[in-house]
T-cell receptor, first 117, second 110 residues
């Protein structure tokens, strides 16, 4: 089946620094990738949708300049949290859909736990 | 964006009992999916039910969908300790965007 990986699986960074999270589709071409954020004991919230080669579409309330998303290839999307602050500490999950998968299915990565100190 | 609403928010049952979780949503959907999430882990896809289906089974899981009431239920039969997790329903709209509900935290007591 379709596999999505994320790197790193966890990261601790200092306040004010930037962190990049990678999301890769390992055995299919991901024409669309989604980024979610989950705070403890809460549901996943969609942050943005990115299509390969296009600018990401951000959900209302998500700062574009703070959460930079790049989907430069059909197998890789990156989320960069710029000038991270403790309130950005969260579990970030990506998902992907595309050629070789059913159009209605999304395949999820294992998530990245970000802790900002 | 619409969002599914799970009910109850938390559920504790004895091992071996059946667990039922409900999900309601607000607008027309393409499909509805149920996911499981163990604490701190990524999501695991459980089952997808299309808008023209009414019931679907997968092992110990049974999902129903009532589009007239805009609701779905997930039944886990003969629960096990390993079923302890959070369960989310997710609706996808026609643009492939999936919106998650708030989840039900299920705890199976030994």
């Amino acid at each position: 089946g379709a596999v999505v990986s994320q790197h790193p699986s966890w990261v601790i960074c200092k306040s004010g620094t930037s962190v990049k999270i990678e999301c890769r589709s390992l055995d299919f071409q991901a024409t669309t990738m989604f980024w979610y954020r989950q705070f403890p004991k809460q549901s996943l919230m969609l942050m943005a949708t990115s299509n390969e080669g296009s600018k990401a579409t951000y959900e209302q309330g998500v700062e574009k300049d703070k959460f930079l998303i790049n989907h430069a290839s059909l197998t890789l999307s990156t989320l960069t949290v710029t000038s991270a602050h403790p309130e950005d500490s969260s579990f970030y999950i990506c998902s992907a859909s595309g050629t070789g998968t059913y159009t209605y299915e999304q395949y999820f990565g294992p998530g990245t736990r970000l802790t900002v100190t | 964006s619409q969002q599914g609403e799970e009910d109850p928010q938390a559920l504790s049952i004895q091992e071996g009992e059946n667990a039922t979780m409900n999900c309601s949503y607000k607008t027309s959907i393409n499909n509805l999916q149920w996911y499981r999430q163990n604490s701190g882990r990524g999501l695991v896809h459980l089952i997808l039910i299309r808008s023209n289906e009414r019931e679907k089974h997968s092992g110990r899981l049974r999902v129903t969908l009532d589009t007239s009431k805009k609701s779905s239920s997930l039944l886990i039969t003969a629960s096990r300790a390993a079923d302890t997790a959070s369960y989310f329903c997710a609706t996808d709209e026609w643009d492939d965007k999936i919106i998650f509900g708030k989840g039900t935290r299920l705890h199976i007591l030994p």
